[in-house]
């Protein structure tokens, strides 16, 4: 089944240390994004993929970067974790830009 | 201004009786789409139902039907029928033309589904 996946579904990591989260998707959709949502919080929009064009979100903090090295892969890189940005990390794609979003299972990440 | 508003933080429901999750939006783009969603604890967000602003009848979807009326700016979804699977995170969004791809989430609703 085409699908968005998400590694890990769990990440610890400690104050400071820099983390990637992985999402894959076999649906071939040209949009990815990453949204943090925060305990009991909507999500929230970081930042999103057209094919290769990178768009931020204004209040996306500069600790948080992405990379797309190809249609299939997006990861998130947060540089220097704060206990602030420990969250549910979701991953999610759409064909087009007013498509509907799919999105994968998340990555729950813990910053001691 | 908030633009998705979701009164009910929480709702109960008995199995096999309907409910009614409400949502109203704010919006002056003459084109948009509201999108519901669906979230387990184990957190993933399933799409569920999809009503665009021009469309001429409510959207629906197995179970799941949302009672558009526009110019109320609401977008309520109809849950026929509830199963105990149906507890869960809901979340009404929204996008808007001038906003591109973002989506804006409501709050959410906290549905429970007793036996």
């Known amino acids: 089944d085409a699908m968005v996946i998400q590694n890990p579904r769990y990440q610890v990591t400690q104050f400071g240390k820099p983390v990637t989260l992985s999402c894959s998707q076999t649906l071939n959709h040209n949009v990815m994004y990453w949204y943090q949502q925060k305990s009991s919080q909507a999500p929230k929009l970081l930042f999103h993929y057209y094919d290769k064009d990178f768009n931020n979100e204004a209040d996306t903090p500069d600790n948080f970067q992405s990379r797309r090295p190809n249609t299939s892969f997006c990861f998130l890189d947060i540089r220097s974790p704060g206990l602030g940005d420990a969250a549910m990390y979701l991953c999610a794609t759409s064909r087009g830009v007013p498509d509907t979003q799919y999105f994968g299972p998340g990555t729950r990440l813990t910053v001691l | 201004a908030q633009k998705i508003t979701q009164t009910q933080p929480g709702m109960f429901v008995q199995e096999k009786e309907a409910v009614t999750l409400d949502c109203t939006y704010d919006?002056?783009?003459?084109?948009?789409?509201l999108f519901w969603y669906k979230q387990p604890s184990s957190g993933e967000m399933i799409f569920l139902i999809y009503?665009?602003?021009?469309?001429?009848q409510n959207a629906t979807e197995g179970r799941y039907s949302l009672n558009f009326q526009k110019a109320r700016k609401s977008a309520n979804l109809v849950i026929s029928a509830s199963q105990l699977g149906d507890s869960a995170m809901y979340f009404c969004a929204m996008r808007e033309v001038t906003s591109g791809s973002r989506l804006t989430f409501g709050e959410g609703t906290q549905l429970t589904v007793n036996p």
């Open positions: 919006t002056s783009d003459p084109s948009y789409g």
């Open positions: 009503q665009g602003s021009y469309d001429q």
